[in-house]
């Protein structure tokens, strides 16, 4: 069998009823299946979905949002560089550390450690995105930042 020979079977399909044409038809005289009065009663009306009956759309109601949304925009952890004397002296400071350690609200792009503040001791960092004053510190200090 093809589908350009198909056979139609009896009773396979149900015709639909077709509404206004008279009492026999199952939906005819009157109303026809509408109600009786109203804005849907009426021929070739549409009602739209977000039609609140005249009052102030909800689209209208709520407030625009300006500016322009970077989809390319890198965003970064921010910490700087006086955050890190808490760690002992000498020691290798990853991402993976600080996560290890509690700290968890990183950003998808990662941790950029800016320059504000002291830094009091010789720390390396691996793993990180650096402004060039938190460089300078950390170097002074011996340390070295990859």
């Known amino acids: 069998m093809e589908l350009n020979n198909l056979v139609r079977i009896k009773g396979n399909r149900k015709k639909g009823k077709r509404i ?3 009492v026999g038809s199952g939906k005819g005289a009157h109303t026809v ?6 804005q849907k009663s009426r021929g070739s009306r549409k009602v739209k979905a977000w039609f609140e ?6 689209v209208k109601r709520l407030p625009h949002i ?9 965003k970064y952890t921010v910490l700087n560089v006086g955050f890190f004397n808490k760690f002992k002296d ?14 968890r609200n990183i950003e998808k792009d990662g941790i950029k450690i800016l320059g504000k503040g002291t830094l009091s001791k010789k720390l390396n960092f691996e793993g990180f995105i650096y402004s060039k004053s938190a460089i300078k510190q950390i170097e002074k200090l011996g340390g070295s930042a990859k």
Not at 33 to 38: D, S
């Open 20 to 22: 206004g044409r008279g």
């Open 90 to 103: 000498g020691a290798k400071i990853t991402v993976d550390l600080l996560k290890k350690g509690g700290y």
């Open 53 to 58: 009956g005249g009052q102030l759309p909800l």
């Open 66 to 74: 300006g500016g322009f949304r970077n989809p390319t925009q890198k």
């Open 33 to 38: 299946g509408r109600g009786q009065k109203g």
